[in-house]
């Protein structure tokens, strides 16, 4: 979803189209009246429930609204998850979201192939491009991850997770979809169990599998993927559902 087109449907990298409705109240108008559960949730008039990071401006909520914790399984969707999150660090997440269509034009929709042929003059011109986040180590990632993508795609050990993978009960009949490479190792690290929290207070930043996941990639030539960031692109792809469960 290109949450820049507003009003007007848009196909997504992973082939998903939504709209946003130009009708939707903005959030200075909706947290007017909006009051907070006992789980910390913001409840608008409408009875919809958010986290609090979700209502501090119109794109974090339209984000929260039509992509966060849906299912991503491509490659080109995992590794856009990837470096967003990367570029995030130490920023906000609507700065990410504001630029997001820049990123997308300029690296290509995150296709690793085509990354990883970009030349030295348009890594320049990236790095100079104002509507970018202008950070060298950042962007020196998306080249780093995009190659590191590549190399995985023929791994023998990243074809399919095997039977019964935990994976198979989030993702359903569509694990046996899972594209070779990095769709098949970021996925291989869903928990087994995971409890929704009671409360905001009690969701995590951090799991033994988003520590385990940050080992790995950085093992396998990927950067700025420490467990905080993978734990954050598990909430936003859906291998863990954090929405926060007030029911009795």
């Not at 979803?1 to 409705?21: C, Q, W, Y």
């Amino acid at each position: 979803m290109n949450l820049f087109d507003f009003g007007r449907k848009k196909a997504s990298p992973d082939n998903e189209v939504h709209t946003i409705s130009l009708d939707k109240p903005s959030v200075k108008e909706e947290m007017s009246t909006a009051t907070y559960t006992p789980g910390g949730q913001v409840r608008t008039v409408d009875g919809t429930l958010r986290p609090p990071w979700a209502m501090r401006s119109d794109l974090e909520r339209d984000y929260f609204d039509e992509e966060w914790g849906r299912h991503i399984i491509t490659e080109s969707g995992l590794l856009e998850r990837i470096a967003l999150e990367g570029f995030q660090s130490g920023l906000s997440w609507s700065t990410v979201l504001r630029k997001r269509r820049a990123f997308r034009e300029v690296f290509s929709l995150f296709d690793a192939t085509r990354i990883a042929q970009m030349t030295e003059e348009q890594k320049r011109e990236a790095l100079a491009d104002e509507r970018l986040i202008r950070n060298q180590q950042k962007q020196a990632a998306v080249y780093t991850n995009a190659e590191a993508t590549i190399a995985l795609r023929d791994d023998p050990d990243l074809q399919a997770l095997p039977e019964g993978h935990p994976a198979e009960k989030v993702l359903g009949g569509v694990v046996k979809r899972l594209p070779a490479g990095l769709p098949v190792l970021i996925w291989s690290f869903t928990p087994a169990e995971h409890e929704r929290p009671r409360h905001i207070d009690d969701i995590k930043s951090t799991s033994p599998e988003s520590k385990a996941m940050s080992t790995e990639l950085k093992r396998r030539g990927f950067s700025f993927v420490g467990p905080t960031t993978c734990y954050a692109l598990m909430q936003a792809i859906g291998m863990v559902d954090d929405r926060v469960d007030e029911e009795d």
